[in-house]
């Protein structure tokens, strides 16, 4: 079955680090960029930051510029987003989507939820 | 690009027609704009990329089009698991990518 399942969600302080993974099931996982998109609570969806299929190249929003990194194993059909220096802000359900072809975000986790909170 | 979808809320009943709106500040690159649908607790799913070419599986009462700078999703008929949300957005060859702000689907 073609699937993204997150993991690596839960509650930190504000300050702190926390390190998200997506596993990748049922297609060619090294084929197709990916992203991550955020979406606080009662919100709409935020794009968070992107990585090409090789992991060569990688793009983050603004909002989280310097503060996450994202990463994949392709080895592991795996994608990862650490997060450093969370603030409350970045509260929120975290997605991963695959970037299909052309380029809309074709298949989606069902996300993890992460919330910053002294 | 900013993408402002309206109206924000739309209140209709099941068998209705819906149109929601998606408005573009600039030209969205070789019509990189999709629409997604999301219900309460689950993630976004793609109807629509490409402006107009439905998603694998999506039936055809959805429509997507484009005029100018704007751009239409349209729901033929309304079912009733068609209540929901519905995002555009705009994924042009390089980041940012960037989603409209929602317009909610709800019954009447």
């Known amino acids: 079955e073609v699937e993204l399942l997150e993991s690596g969600g839960g509650l930190v302080q504000p300050g702190g680090s926390l390190r998200l993974s997506c596993a990748a099931s049922g297609f060619s996982f090294r084929t197709y960029a990916m992203s991550w998109v955020r979406q606080a609570p009662g919100k709409g969806l935020e794009w968070v930051s992107a990585i090409t299929g090789s992991g060569g190249n990688t793009y983050h929003a603004d909002s989280v510029e310097g503060r996450f990194t994202v990463s994949r194993d392709n080895s592991k059909n795996t994608l990862f987003l650490q997060m450093d220096s969370l603030r409350p802000g970045d509260t929120a359900v975290y997605y991963c989507a695959r970037r299909g072809i052309p380029g809309a975000f074709d298949l989606w986790g069902r996300g993890t939820i992460v919330t910053v909170s002294p | 690009i900013v993408l402002t979808q309206s109206p924000g809320t739309l209140s209709l009943s099941p068998g209705d027609r819906a149109t929601l709106s998606c408005r573009a500040s600039?030209?969205?690159?070789?019509?990189?704009l999709a629409w997604y649908q999301q219900k309460p607790g689950q993630a976004p799913r793609l109807l629509i990329y490409?402006?107009?070419d439905r998603a694998t599986g999506i039936p055809d009462r959805f429509s997507g089009s484009r005029s100018g700078t704007d751009f239409t999703l349209t729901i033929s008929r309304l079912e009733p698991e068609d209540f929901a949300v519905y995002y555009c957005?705009?994924?042009?060859?390089?980041?940012?990518?960037?989603f409209g702000q929602g317009t909610k689907v709800e019954i009447k």
């Open positions: 490409g402006a107009s």
């Open positions: 957005q705009q994924y042009g060859t390089s980041p940012p990518w960037t």
């Open positions: 600039q030209s969205v690159y070789n019509d990189y």
